[in-house]
């Protein structure tokens, strides 16, 4: 057998194929070693004496609680202007029926 034919085996041999990772990824065994691995590695950074901002910094994520509390903010202000938009026109009745319905009942009764 001349040694290109013998590499072409070996080649074909390891090549890795759809069907090849395919099955790899529905072996038990390796869906087991990853979950425990996951699960340590959760353990372990659960463990930790970090705080989130910490942790922020430490993805690169500089400000993180500064971002997340405008972007907080900046959605609910977009959220309240789209409702006042919507609701502009109609009547405050319409847009809360129970809140009367249950303040004049509680009065009349």
Same mark, same amino acid.
């Given at each position: 057998m001349s040694s290109q034919k013998k590499i072409g085996e070996v080649i074909v041999e390891h090549l890795l194929t759809g069907d090849m990772i395919k099955r790899k $990824? %529905?072996?038990? =065994? $390796?869906? !087991?070693?990853?979950? @425990?691995?996951? +699960? +340590? @590695?959760?353990?372990? !950074?659960?463990? $930790?004496?970090?705080?989130?901002? %910490?942790? =922020? %910094? $430490? =993805?690169g994520f500089k400000g993180g609680k500064e971002r997340l509390i405008q972007w907080v903010a900046d959605k609910i202000e977009q959220e309240l202007t789209r409702f006042l938009e919507e609701k502009k026109r109609s009547r405050t009745t319409t847009i809360c029926s129970h809140c009367f319905k249950r303040k004049y009942t509680k009065t009349s009764a």
């Open positions: $990824l %529905e072996d038990a =065994a $390796l869906q !087991k070693e990853v979950t @425990l691995t996951i +699960q +340590q @590695l959760f353990e372990e !950074k659960m463990s $930790l004496q970090t705080t989130p901002d %910490e942790l =922020a %910094e $430490l =993805a």
